[in-house]
């Protein structure tokens, strides 16, 4: 989650820090911070087989918030375990693209365990591992992990292994688990279940599942939600210099990459007498809210004034296809690719989302996208016609203005050797040097001026 305001993160890696200015500080804490919380569902909701005791969703159709993604589901958990104690999960797992937990300082990725780092029991067999078998049984899946509730330790200092080093706050400690992609058939959790709580007391007594749960859950299951305060948006979007119809929308379209939330709103001051401001703002990569330490992101804000359509044109880097359930884990430059559709801050909403196995691809693996709302969607945007179509959605924030939103674009888990991953930008402006072709072209125009590439005649063989 969480990207421009971030979606469902960073890659763990190295970025140049600057001093931040006050006015960014009051920004990202007053701003974004404190902006309200997201309730949990409620038991009733729980009790659906979408949960458990211990794991809450975070997203579906009403709890629709910091910039998910569709293909993906979130799953949280609040806890405060008992002095002396020690917490263990126990899981197995899941059949799809890709599984991890991610620990949390409030709403701050503070640590992030990846499915390929985790070692399975015993005899058993981890199917994330490039190569290995993925249609191996229930039995064969099994992995127990340690939450720690000290901080990770610096690198070079190693890790132990299979422990998620979760450093509580306040003596509540946060963890997401995530699933991508699951195969054809497994439901959401992609057949793995969610993983269970394991109590170990200080006397080595042992609880698991409901008894684990009510010795250790916060009753406090609320998460901080990133949505910013309305007048906090107006204010944003008067930017002195800038034009309110169209900010922070630009022609050219204007990806930028995701460091942190204060610097992913400072665009508002772009081309502004404010700029040079934003130039004493940190680009520390701290992630967003709630995000994901495997996912990096590029995003721009959509203008509908700039014209009906807005045509996505990229190359698409080789990736695990995965939904068909291959019988061995295969692999490609990236683990996940996505482009989805959000509302602006005010709500952090996801529209609309595709991802890489839904996208047609041409030689040389150049994909089109079109993004519009249905009633400007061409005849030809469609796959027959070598297109994807994304929707845009009729969006009107309070102040009238309409067909905004933000478009985000994921890339998740990189092979070292893929040098065009969003992960390797580590400065703003350097977005289309590191990435070349995989950081998408951008055209605003009328639907009648799209060409789809397989029907260049506006002939579509439906």
């Known amino acids: ?21 006050a006015a960014s500080l009051v920004l990202a804490v007053v701003g974004l911070l404190g902006a309200g919380t997201m309730a949990a569902p409620s038991e009733a909701q729980a009790s659906g087989g979408r949960a458990s005791c211990f794991w809450f969703p ?18 949280a958990a609040r806890f405060s375990p008992p002095p002396g104690s020690r917490l263990l999960l126990e899981g197995r ?10 620990a949390y300082r409030g709403a701050e990725p503070i640590d992030t365990i990846t499915d390929t780092e985790i070692e399975p029991l015993h005899g058993d067999t981890n199917p994330f591992v490039e190569g290995s078998r993925r249609d191996i049984g229930r039995r064969g899946r099994r992995w127990n992990l340690r939450v720690s509730d000290r901080p990770a330790p610096e690198e070079p200092a190693p890790r132990r292994a299979n422990t998620l080093y979760a450093a509580a706050s306040g003596g509540v400690q946060t963890l997401a688990y995530r699933v991508y992609v699951p195969d054809k058939g497994r439901g959401i959790k992609a057949g793995g279940g969610l993983p269970l709580p394991v109590l ?25 939600s990133p949505t910013i305060p309305l007048a906090v948006y107006e204010s944003l979007i008067n930017t002195p210099g800038a034009d309110p119809a169209t900010v922070p929308a630009f022609n050219p379209f204007r990806w930028e990459a995701f460091f942190n939330l204060a610097y992913a709103l400072s665009v508002f001051k772009v081309g502004t007498p404010s700029e040079p401001e934003r130039a004493a703002i940190s680009t520390e990569q701290t992630g967003g809210v709630y995000s994901n330490g495997d996912s990096r992101y590029v995003s721009g804000a959509v203008g509908k004034s700039y014209g009906e359509i807005l045509v996505v044109e990229g190359r698409m880097p080789t990736f695990p296809r995965t939904r068909s359930g291959p019988r061995r884990m295969p692999g490609g430059q990236l683990r996940y690719w996505s482009l989805c559709q959000n509302d602006t801050p005010l709500t952090t909403a996801a529209i609309d989302c595709i991802y890489d196995e839904q996208v047609p691809l041409a030689a040389g693996r150049r994909y089109t ?11 030809t945007a469609r796959r027959s016609c070598g297109v994807k179509f994304l929707r845009r959605g009729n969006l009107t924030d309070p102040f009238g203005r309409t067909g905004g939103g933000l478009l ?9 050797g893929f040098a065009g991953a969003i992960q390797n930008v580590d400065e703003p402006g350097t977005e289309k040097r590191v990435m070349g072709p995989h950081l998408p072209r951008m055209t605003y125009m009328d639907a009648d001026e799209f060409v789809a590439p397989r ?8």
């Open 369 to 379: 996208v079109v993004v519009s709302n249905r009633a400007a969607r061409p005849a």
């Open 1 to 21: 989650m969480s990207a421009h305001a971030s979606p469902n993160g960073e890659q763990r890696s190295a970025a140049p820090r600057r001093v931040a200015t």
């Open 93 to 102: 797992f899941p059949r799809a693209r890709y599984m991890s937990l991610n």
């Open 58 to 75: 975070v997203f579906d159709r009403e709890h629709n918030f910091a910039y998910p993604d569709f293909s993906a589901r979130y799953w």
């Open 408 to 416: 985000v674009l994921r890339n998740m888990r990189p092979d070292p």
């Open 200 to 224: 170990i007391g200080a006397d080595g007594s042992r609880l698991e599942g409901r008894a684990a749960c009510a010795a250790i859950n916060d009753p406090d299951r609320a998460l901080a």
């Open 455 to 462: 029907c260049p005649n506006g002939a579509s063989d439906r």
